[in-house]
């Protein structure tokens, strides 16, 4: 049987209201090789904006941000971001490329409206550094894939997001190949075709370009998200993830 994606992102939006689902859990989290962070809810009382740089992935984005404030607004009424009081967000109207502060990172709305908040959940932290890329190199997607597995997890199976279960039905691979992959959203989640049969059927919703221009900024602080390098996905470990 199939499940309607709509049904599935209201299950998600849901959540959000209690504990975002790529928000961290309190409990270790089955992934091996690599030590878990301990991430924390309330950023310092800092200037993000301070020594503020220009972002590696600028030149990718490669046009104005489409992401007015009053869309940051929107996905806070949703409960799909959190308040501006708590992570610092600022749109990205009226900046020609990503300029980065010190303790702040660059988020596309797409991401967010699929599940995805900071600070990251140490699940998917660490299938981050498991396959040695960053936030950037992944598209909506791949975060649509982890808030459904997540989702899951937590809500069906009763159990924290397990590595050793993404591993047998999730590939990584590089976008659009092997030999050149895109820098910005180069990487792609998929199922497995050896396996897919066992997992929830549901469809993606449509991806395209435009999502890229929706790009916006949030605070950055303890426990951060690895830090920006330029340059396309260079990971070893995709198509064997």
Known sequence: MRVSPLKLLAAVKLRFHTFPLLVRSTASLLVPEHKL???????????PRLKRKQSPICQQ???KS?????????????????????????????EDYPIE?????????DFVQRGLALPVSEFFYALLQ???????????????????????????????????????FFILI??????????VGGCEIILR??????????DLAGKGLEWKKFWFHVGNFESP?????????????????
């Open 130 to 168: 498991f396959w040695g890329i960053q936030l950037h190199h992944l598209t909506p997607q791949c975060i649509f894939h982890l808030s459904i597995f997540t989702h899951f997890c937590e809500a069906f199976l009763g159990i924290l997001p397990h590595f050793h279960l993404f591993q047998h």
């Open 37 to 47: 962070v301990t991430l924390i809810w309330l950023p310092k009382r800092t200037n």
């Open 61 to 63: 984005v490669g046009a």
């Open 101 to 109: 502060g010190t303790l702040e990172t660059v988020v596309f709305r």
């Open 193 to 202: 075709p050896e396996t897919r049969d066992k997992y929830l059927a549901y």
């Open 225 to 241: 998200l690895p830090e920006r390098i330029p340059g396309a996905p260079k990971s070893k470990k995709t198509g064997q993830v």
């Open 174 to 183: 590089p976008i659009p190949n092997a030999s050149k992959p895109a820098v």
């Open 66 to 94: 489409k992401c007015l404030k009053q869309t940051m607004r929107e996905l806070e009424n949703l409960g799909l971001l959190q308040s501006q009081g708590v992570i610092q967000w600022r749109a990205g109207e009226g």
